[in-house]
């Protein structure tokens, strides 16, 4: 296989390495540094954090999983569209309304999922 | 390979594209409705599904070919499976309508994933290529695993439903590995073969006979996944626990329509495509045929929990299919099919019963509470009692007829001795389906209940249809019979 | 030495690297991290193969998806639950160190007797071939979007299927798990404090 195309990719890891490191090293030696009670605290989206980590050291609740367990089953469609899309010049209008059907089918499920109030945080 | 696009013709998918089409649409139409006091329209919807997907399987019956580049095939046997199936889904919907009600619980999902199953085994019984047979049970499996735990508020319920699940994917993926065997032995995945590339069979011969051990080896593997989906011993540990622990209507299903369609799977897997093979399977599978029987047959006595007792009597069904199958001829087919058609319906009967004794919560299902219960209810109890006899094998019940035939198969085949194994656990199962017949005939109840159980119209109609079906198949089956011989005829054609 | 062997010892360090640290990290979320990077690594390698699709899943499913499920489950049953380390099966661990040796044997064989292993199908110059014209992913394509066509979309009411149990599942278990409904109220009651 022919790696040299790959080059780019490589530059941008090493690119990126470097801005994150090197940003990181100037903001220590230019900032003030005045640690407070508050900033050393760790962040939870800004509510107040609370023994344990987990609030009253508790589980999280079920939705967390129903939402990864959701966004799992609508990732494998993507392993689908990838090949599809590399093959989209000679599947057509066939290949075209193959993936319409698949897509309308899990459209369906994201309907009943929707409507049934999955995707809702607050009760 | 260069691309062509295949020919799109969907006679053989028809009856599952029918209920894929209602079950969506019946998901959608709950979630957009919300939760209203009386959904009747949900469990009518599915009826016409189930009703639309009889009228295509009718439709497809006398057509025989390979059809979506030879991943479907269409011929009589798929045609009576399917039926038989769609038959099995409307007791089910039917009687599932009284159970939600009763313990109002979500019913959208119940009625969509009952579909959804059907639909997936209706896939099994025309599955050409083990992909499909493949996909086809991974779905069926997945409704199944949580329509038991479907009941609310009941921790055996999700316990036994997750019990299913891990053996459950287990047993798959040996199945998956089994196909992943075959076409390193062979190169090629398909039951059939035809000009979209050669079967299993076809390649096997070309490449000659060095790879037969890979292949034997293969098959062991697909037998255990299927094995486990109908309940053959040793692959039936979760049978007693699923059954347990699911709602009743669900625990119906499970027995009917599983078995129904792992055994098609497996009818078409090893009479039709490993037929000229025939002499290196049969060990293996006359081995888990007795193995089932007599495991099944023993264990039954000594349950004292209703369903469990039918649980360990649906494992032993299992081996009395197999001796069908072992046979693997016409008449092994047909009597094979014959037997799922009627020990459905008789099994769905009796769990139909089961489900209204059960009372609030599912809960009442022990042989305490079945004690005295002519006297209490005697219409419920003759019905129960017949479906067992039917069970049992008792003349003038559609059992006995199918055991007959089965066994018949076997001994033109020269296995008489398994028709004898088929035979004494017969025996032996009698016992514990007459231990519940005295107890509901011959002994006293011990408290009043509180509330009276009452049997809605739905599920009355199901045990009555079911009661129907078990008596005059018992008296006049030769039209079944020959619409199952009828079937076979096509089968090995492609 | 060609840029193919670097990348190949650059990701063989890391791969091994990050599966050791794996098996010593303390805290489960650290483990799932460094499984993510694992499973990058292993992208690379498929890469390296040439097998881009097995690239491009390992990353989307594996590294994105399963390694976020992995994450909101070890969130779900608390971070800080220790595991019991009694084991049930006697006799595991000698048998672990055995099938593991078979494992190694297996994979040592394979890779000294590389394709040409690959007997039916045309064997491995077929792959050559077809590697070098259309490239594997487009010839997937061809064969999941024809003869494959019907599991291809069976696949989708698989899913759909799978959907309707992670919502019935997921409300069961808060209807009779007390823990769960309880944390759930404390989200709420979080939320309106904040």
Redesign the interface.
Same mark, same amino acid.
């Given at each position: 296989m022919s790696l040299p195309a790959y080059l780019p990719v490589l530059f941008l890891v090493i690119l990126s390495t470097l801005f994150a490191a090197g940003s990181m090293f100037v903001a220590s030696k230019l900032s003030p540094a005045k640690w407070t009670a508050a900033k050393v605290e760790p962040y939870e989206c800004g509510i107040e954090p609370q023994e344990g980590g987990v609030p009253g050291g508790e589980r999280f609740p079920v939705k967390f999983y129903l939402l990864a367990m959701l966004f799992i089953i609508f990732d494998i469609e993507t392993v689908f569209l990838y090949p599809w899309a590399v093959a989209y010049d000679e599947l057509k209008v066939f290949g075209l309304i193959e993936m319409l059907v698949f897509v309308a089918i899990l459209v369906a499920a994201y309907v009943y999922v929707w409507r049934k109030g999955a995707l809702e945080w607050a009760e | 390979m260069p691309l062509d696009i295949p020919a799109v013709r969907l006679t053989g998918i028809a009856p599952e594209i029918a209920l894929c089409a209602t079950a969506l649409l019946l998901l959608v139409i709950d979630a957009v409705l919300g939760e209203r006091r009386n959904r009747w329209y949900l469990p009518a919807l599915a009826s016409i599904g189930l009703g639309l997907s009889i009228y295509f399987a009718t439709e497809a019956w006398g057509t025989t070919r390979l059809e979506l580049s030879g991943m479907v095939a269409v011929d009589g046997f798929a045609s009576f499976v399917k039926i038989t199936l769609a038959v099995f889904g409307l007791l089910t919907v039917w009687l599932g309508r009284d159970f939600l009600v009763r313990e109002r619980a979500e019913e959208g999902e119940f009625y969509g994933l009952v579909l959804f199953a059907v639909a997936g085994m209706m896939l099994m019984a025309g599955a050409a290529d083990l992909i499909v047979v493949f996909l086809a049970l991974e779905t069926f499996s997945l409704a199944l695993y949580v329509l038991v735990g479907f009941r609310r508020r009941s921790l055996l319920s999700q316990e036994s439903s997750m019990k299913y699940f891990l053996l459950g994917s287990f047993s798959t993926a040996f199945f998956l590995l089994g196909i992943a065997f075959v076409y390193g032995a062979v190169g090629s995945t398909n039951l059939y073969g035809g000009e979209d590339g050669p079967g299993i069979v076809s390649s096997f011969m070309a490449t000659g006979a060095s790879d037969v051990g890979l292949l034997i080896l293969a098959m062991g593997l697909l037998i255990v996944g299927l094995g486990f989906k109908v309940a053959a011993v040793p692959f039936h540990m979760w049978t007693p626990d699923a059954y347990q622990g699911a709602p009743s209507p669900v625990t119906g299903f499970m027995a009917a329509g599983s078995k129904i369609a792992g055994f098609a799977a497996l009818l078409r897997l090893l009479d039709v495509t490993l037929y000229p093979l025939r002499e290196d399977w049969r060990p293996l599978v006359i081995g888990v045929a007795v193995l089932t029987m007599v495991v099944g047959s023993v264990l039954a006595v000594v349950q004292e929990d209703v369903k469990r007792l039918l649980a360990y009597s649906s494992i032993a069904h299992a081996g009395f299919v197999f001796t069908g199958l072992i046979a693997a001829n016409d008449r092994g087919v047909s009597g094979s099919l014959f037997y799922l058609a009627t020990y459905g319906i008789t099994v769905l009967g009796a769990f139909a019963v089961v489900a209204v004794l059960s009372g609030r919560d599912d809960e009442k299902v022990t042989l305490r509470d079945y004690r005295g219960l002519f006297y209490d209810r005697p219409l419920l109890a003759g019905a129960l009692t017949l479906f067992l006899l039917s069970l049992a094998g008792v003349p003038v019940t559609s059992g006995f007829v199918a055991k007959l035939v089965v066994f018949g198969a076997a001994i033109q085949e020269g296995y008489w001795w398994l028709a004898v194994v088929g035979m004494v656990t017969s025996a032996i199962a009698a016992f514990f389906y007459l231990k519940v017949l005295v107890v509901m005939y011959m002994q006293e109840k011990e408290t009043e209940d509180a509330e009276r159980v009452r049997s809605g119209p739905l599920s009355t109609g199901v045990i009555g249809l079911a009661a129907l079906a078990t008596i005059v198949l018992g008296l006049y089956w030769g039209p079944l019979i020959d619409v199952a011989e009828r079937a076979t005829l096509f089968f090995a054609g492609g | 030495m060609? #840029?193919?062997v670097a =990348?190949f010892g650059v990701m063989f360090v890391v791969v091994l690297g990050s599966s050791i640290a794996m098996l010593f990290a303390r805290n489960a979320v650290h483990v799932a991290l460094f499984l993510v990077v694992t499973q990058i690594g292993l992208a690379v390698a498929f %890469?390296?193969?040439?097998a881009y699709?097995i690239a491009?899943?390992q990353i989307?499913?594996y590294a994105? +998806? #399963?390694m =976020?499920?992995f994450l909101? =489950?070890i969130?779900?049953?608390?971070?800080?639950r220790r595991e019991a380390l009694n084991e049930p099966l006697r006799g595991q661990r000698p048998l672990a160190v055995g099938l593991a040796a078979l494992l190694a044997a297996e994979v040592l064989y394979v890779a000294y007797k590389g394709s040409d292993l690959i007997t039916? /199908?045309g064997g491995s110059q077929a792959l050559q071939d077809l590697n070098a014209d259309p /490239?594997n992913? @487009?010839?997937?394509?061809? !064969?999941?979007?024809?003869?494959?066509?019907?599991?291809?979309?069976?696949?989708?009411? %698989? %899913? $759909? *299927? +799978?959907? $309707? /149990?992670?919502? *019935?599942? +997921?409300?069961?278990? &808060?209807?009779? &798990?007390p !823990? &769960?409904a309880?944390?759930?109220s404390?989200?709420?009651d @979080?939320?309106e +404090?904040?």
């Open positions: - | - | 060609s #840029i193919d =990348v %890469l390296l193969e040439g699709f491009a899943i989307i499913v994105g +998806a #399963i =976020v499920l909101f =489950v969130m779900l049953l608390g971070v800080d039916t /199908g /490239g992913v @487009k010839a997937l394509a061809r !064969v999941v979007f024809s003869r494959y066509l019907l599991p291809f979309e069976v696949t989708s009411i %698989l %899913l $759909v *299927v +799978a959907v $309707v /149990g992670v919502m *019935v599942l +997921a409300r069961q278990m &808060s209807a009779i &798990s !823990v &769960s309880r944390s759930g404390s989200v709420a @979080k939320e +404090a904040a």
